[in-house]
């Protein structure tokens, strides 16, 4: 597998990227290719259920939120994706946009939560995977991540359709800017409105 160094631009200012992992038709698409600001790789943890399936996990380069989100349109647009447990998805935001000192406010946050919560922001409950037991900084599993020497990384996220990888980047973009002032009835009321204004 190739190192995302190769492809992938470092991120600027006020930049967000996509991790997409998922399950498409072996005949549509394959490894180590570009489609667009996208890049396709293997992932070992995703479990295809069909032998007619591939693991994928779509990269973008990192992009202003709203261009982004257009990006993914695209995507869902040429590809039709399925996704199981096995499937997350990471949103990577630029350090020049978002501070450790904010990471952790948000990462402190969100352990507050209970699983329900967590499950109803983010479709997913914790796991090994996106865990919110221990110390930010001490491992690139939980929830949100600052191992990445360029980015910060929310792994909080199952993985779905396009229209729903939009709303973990407009979540992403909410837990950013208002990082020092999450509450749950805000951030749900956000989730609605998105879904609503969708």
Not at 31 to 43: E, I, N, V
Not at 115 to 139: K, M
Not at 154 to 175: H, I, N, T
């Amino acid at each position: 597998m190739q190192s995302l160094s190769t492809f992938r631009k470092p991120p600027h200012n006020k930049t967000v990227g996509i991790e997409i992992e998922c399950l498409v038709d072996a005949h549509a698409v394959k490894y180590f290719q570009h489609y667009g600001f996208f890049y396709s790789t293997q992932d070992g943890s995703i479990g295809a259920t069909r032998w007619t399936q591939l693991g994928v996990e779509f990269v973008s380069q990192p992009l202003p939120v709203d261009m982004l989100c257009k990006q993914i349109d695209k995507l869902g647009k040429r590809f039709t994706w399925e996704c199981n447990s096995s499937c997350g998805i990471h949103v990577h935001v630029s350090r020049e946009w978002l501070s450790l000192k904010k990471a952790t406010a948000i990462y402190n946050w969100i352990k507050t939560l209970s699983n329900t919560e967590f499950e109803t922001l983010f479709g997913r409950r914790p796991n090994h995977y996106c865990s919110i037991e221990g110390t930010i900084g001490r491992s690139r599993y939980l929830a949100v991540n600052t191992e990445n020497t360029k980015t910060i990384e929310f792994r909080m996220f199952a993985s779905g359709p396009a229209d729903w990888a939009k709303y973990c980047v407009k979540m992403a973009e909410y837990l950013v800017c208002n990082a020092y002032h999450l509450n749950l009835d805000a951030a749900l009321a956000f989730k609605d409105l998105y879904f609503k204004t969708f």
